[in-house]
């Protein structure tokens, strides 16, 4: 988490490969109070505007939360923070990611819509948000020099 401009506009990070693994029998439990945390954080954060910055990179299939749970994460933020969501960033976007995506867009807002944006590496991030205070984990830094090895290769 940091900030970003003049005021106190939160650059809040997500890191999905942080999240518990699908296979864990208490799974919906967990899912259900990180959505109450992340909810309950948000809203002593964001005295302004805010973004998002979704690093998915370095995320096994079975960590990416489920349709239903970021369904329901959108439809319980309350209309201040998402008036105030100026950027939902997603980092190292899978194709499942792309796909979930473009399959629910007739059912969100096109204003909602219109903020999600994907970034292929951290150096693209890096061009559109101030880094200094954003603490980016060592798995998704290792994640992106590895990708950007691989293309240079092609």
């Not at 518990?20 to 967990?30: A, E, G, I, K």
Request: proline content about 5%; aromatic content about 12%; hydrophobic content about 40%.
């Amino acid at each position: 988490t940091g900030y970003y401009g003049d005021g106190l506009n939160a650059i809040i990070v997500f890191a999905a490969c942080f999240l518990p693994d699908s296979s864990r029998t208490d799974y919906n439990y967990v899912m259900e109070n990180l959505f109450l945390y992340v909810i309950s954080t948000l809203e002593l954060m964001v005295a302004e505007d805010y973004m998002i910055v979704y690093l998915n990179g370095a995320t096994p299939r079975r960590r990416m939360p489920g349709l239903g749970w970021m369904k329901k994460c959108y439809q319980m933020i309350d209309r201040r923070l998402r008036k105030n969501l100026k950027s939902f960033i997603i980092v190292h976007p899978s194709w499942f990611i792309r796909t979930i995506l473009a399959v629910t867009r007739p059912f969100i807002s096109s204003k909602f819509s219109s903020k999600i944006q994907y970034v292929n590496t951290l150096a693209e991030l890096h061009e559109m948000i101030p880094m200094e205070y954003v603490h980016i984990p060592d798995s998704i830094v290792q994640y992106d020099e590895d990708k950007c090895i691989k293309r240079r290769m092609r």
